[in-house]
Nanobody
């Protein structure tokens, strides 16, 4: 089991930037995909971006070119650099890790929370 703790959320104006961090602890060796999901009020949780243990990355179409996912293995930390933020990006952002599934598949699942380990989330609010 992996424990995940997110930080870095906040309130910004449209066009601004934020960087989210997620520190992993516990059995991090058995982690294949580390990813970011988000959930806005009244909406389903959706995949945002992820990185596999082999370095391959995946992004939702809505964030391509604006968000960048990266990881620092030495610090067991996952990052999400978010630029050119829009009001539609407002959501609770969750860090998640799965030992088997590739990020490309997990990000597209309609019920992603049925697998993997999850953090408590960090709120991102973008005002117009």
């Amino acid at each position: 089991q992996v424990q995940l703790a997110e930080s870095g959320g906040g309130s910004v104006q449209s066009g601004g930037s934020l960087r989210l961090s997620c520190v992993a602890s516990g059995n991090t060796i058995r982690t294949y995909c580390m990813a970011w999901f988000r959930q806005a009020p009244g909406k389903e949780r959706e995949g945002v971006a992820g990185i596999n243990s082999d370095g391959g990355t995946s992004y939702a179409d809505s964030v391509k070119g604006r968000f960048t996912v990266s990881q620092d293995n030495a610090k067991s930390t996952l990052y999400l650099q978010m630029n050119s933020l829009k009001p539609d990006d407002t959501a609770m952002y969750y860090c998640a890790a799965d030992p088997y599934l590739s990020c490309n598949s997990w990000l597209l699942e309609r019920a992603p929370t049925h697998r993997g380990s999850w953090g408590q989330g960090t709120q991102v609010t973008v005002s117009s």
